[in-house]
């Protein structure tokens, strides 16, 4: 097993949902960026999203555009997110997803990213723009399937193709809330609800997380109500891009991660 199973599994026997927390590496520098998220892991996150910097993050909303902008003027790659990654393995056993787009992955090589991934700690990866269909490319090349294979589900996809989906899934089922992008503040827990539901009789047991619009400790906590996990992702950024010259900022991220996992309880 690797963390995540481990993790889902001890918040399972708890009662508690999973907190999972999106940040891109290296905003606003390496530095900066590694001491905050050490901070947030200390604080409570469950599961950590690192994501790597793209010129084209087509899924994401405005904030984390700003942010991969950010990171990708400091010179931060997917290279630079694995020795990140590398770094936070010293002080942090919470599981690291890279939350990527397929292009960088593709320049890096399928096959080396898989190794490095695996030795620099991380456990999974979720590709945004990768569909199920054309996903051999990259894992023909893997050297096992170690590596989480995180997949998303949109609240438009049909009953069929969520089995197809879970078929071919682990580590989690990334139920994406709504239609649109990240950072959309109109969260609706009615269709969360009903597609929860039918995903979770097609899952093969595998969590689902649910985000993409969510903020706020209510929001967790109802989220939370129907599935195994929440996903933040915007809210954290918005802090970052609100406090980049803040030294507290640091301890502004514990406390908000510790706000939203005491919702999760």
Known sequence: MNRMTDVFDALQKKGEKAL???????????SISTALVEAMCHAGLDILELGVPFSDPTADGPVIQRSSARALNAGVN??????????????????I?????????????????YTEALAAGVDGVLVVDLPPEESAEMTAQWGGNELALIRLVAPTTPPERMAAIADKASGFLYLVSMTGVTGNRGLDLDEVSRVVAPLRSRSRGIPICVGFGISNPEQVRAIGALADGVVVGSAFERLIEEHLDDPALSDRMSEAVALLKAATR
């Open 20 to 30: 999972v927390g999106f940040v891109t590496a290296g905003d606003p520098s390496i």
């Open 78 to 95: 997917l290279a630079k997110t694995l020795e990140m990654a590398r770094e936070l393995r010293r002080t942090t056993e919470v599981p």
């Open 97 to 113: 997803v890279l939350f990527s787009y397929y292009n960088p992955i593709l320049h890096f090589g399928p096959g080396r990213f």
